[in-house]
């Protein structure tokens, strides 16, 4: 079962930036800014670009390839809010000074099924 995993401690992002972590199998884009820590998952959905490297805009990070901008919070795209494409987003908590983060498990794999 999935728990929060420390990825950083606080005064290791920079305000305004985001950096690339491990979290439970996936790679996740950890942000600060004035609101706080936010993570999402760190590849944007259009050609896999770490969104990490991005420029953070308040809650916004332009994807550093194509400049799609994506939401921090949520994963929203921020380009076209009512598509269906959007990226992960995670839960974010600080323990003491350790910013940690929350992926869920993937699920499980079904089996494939062979035909006799």
């Known amino acids: 079962m999935a728990d929060f995993q420390t990825v950083a401690r606080v005064g290791e992002i920079p305000k305004g930036e985001g950096r690339p972590y491990p979290v439970n199998g996936r790679i996740v884009g950890v942000f600060h800014v004035d609101d706080g820590y936010f993570?999402?998952?760190?590849?944007c959905p259009h050609m896999g670009a770490s969104l990490s490297s991005g420029y953070v805009e308040g809650t916004t990070?332009?994807?550093p390839w194509h400049a799609w901008r994506f939401c921090?919070?949520?994963g929203t795209w921020l380009d076209n809010p009512s598509s269906k494409?959007?990226?992960d987003?995670?839960?974010?908590?600080?323990?003491?000074d350790e910013i940690q983060v929350l992926v869920p498990d993937p699920p499980p794999r079904t089996p494939l099924s062979t035909a006799t």
């Open 39 to 43: 993570a999402i998952n760190d590849f």
């Open 61 to 63: 990070v332009y994807c």
């Open 72 to 74: 921090i919070r949520d």
């Open 85 to 87: 494409v959007r990226t």
């Open 89 to 96: 987003s995670y839960e974010v908590r600080l323990q003491g």
